[in-house]
């Protein structure tokens, strides 16, 4: 009789190849993890490549907290061309000489796009607009707007600027940049508006994310390691890393599973998600404050 494959609860950190979609990866480690219940927390586009979270089993109960952590970028912002999808994927709008721009105004304009700003999201992002996602509507030649959100720019360097000259003869400048930000920000937004703002035009070359919270592209995996060896970060582990934690005691923890709402401590009034554990060092739930109680927002025990 063979033995019945189980497969680990917990995180799976990848590091996600250039021209593959989010859910090319999702499908990808269900094979590998030999499982359905497999999910992502925050999506990539394709052109991108590095940190990428996957959930498996229970874990992916995790999964919507986790999108809403701070996220890190490496990327290349190409000063003097438009690009229909403010990336290297969609076809030249507009070219203009950018040599003429000074490092000056490139960091002026970088300072505008820093700190709490309003986006505008890219026409071919997966953002809903009356239920349609925005990149359909694109797709299929639709005039529309989609509104400014806020987001948080914590920081925006350039590490290096350097000419070029584009496909089509136009002298341009590569910038090497890294950015700190919320969830929800498009990285190629702001390769779009700091374009603009220069009066050039700007799209997104390169990118890789090198942080989602606080997984690192250290701790990631390609898809071809992960075929050969499953790394699994367990699920109380990944909570740990991830939300401040409540360590609670047994008598506690069994209010807790029974459905009780325990008073919470005022240290935790206003840190969101909240991990629990047992005197046993067991994760049992992702909980957070409501009126003083713990409201449970995934139950592991």
């Given at each position: 009789m063979t033995a019945k494959h189980t497969t680990p609860d917990g995180l799976v950190i990848v590091d996600k190849p250039s021209g593959f979609t989010s859910h090319d990866v999702v499908a990808k480690m269900r094979g590998i993890a030999k499982t359905r219940r497999v999910g992502h927390a925050g999506t990539l586009d394709p052109m991108a490549t590095g940190v990428l979270v996957l959930g498996v089993e229970r874990a992916t109960k995790l999964l919507g907290h986790l999108a809403l952590t701070e996220k890190e970028y490496l990327g290349t912002i190409r000063l003097g061309q438009t690009t229909v999808t403010d990336d290297a994927e969609g076809d030249i709008t507009a070219s203009t000489d950018a040599t003429g721009i000074t490092r000056d105004a490139v960091d002026a304009g970088i300072a505008k796009l820093t700190g709490h700003i309003?986006?505008?999201?890219?026409k071919v992002s997966a953002i809903k607009i009356n239920g349609v996602r925005s990149y359909k509507r694109a797709r299929e030649g639709e005039e529309f707007d989609i509104p400014a959100r806020p987001v948080t720019v914590s920081s925006f360097d350039v590490y290096d600027v350097r000419e070029a000259v584009a496909e089509d003869g136009t002298q341009v400048l590569d910038l090497v940049v890294s950015v700190v930000c919320s969830s929800g920000t498009y990285i190629r937004a702001l390769a779009?508006?700091?374009g603009a703002g220069l009066g050039v035009g700007g799209h997104l070359t390169a990118l890789r994310?090198?942080?989602v919270g606080p997984y690192r592209l250290d701790t990631a995996r390609t898809l071809d390691q992960l075929q050969q060896e499953l790394t699994v970060m367990p699920v109380a582990e990944a909570a740990s890393a991830a939300f401040p934690r409540w360590d609670v005691d047994g008598r506690r923890a069994k209010l807790?599973?029974?459905?009780?709402?325990l008073d919470m401590p005022e240290e935790y009034a206003d840190s969101g998600p909240v991990a629990?554990?047992?005197p046993d060092g067991r994760f049992l739930a992702l909980v957070e404050a409501q009126r003083g109680k713990a409201k449970s927002l995934a139950v592991f025990g």
């Open positions: 309003m986006q505008v999201p890219s779009r508006d700091l994310r090198t942080r807790l599973l029974n459905g009780v709402r629990v554990f047992d």
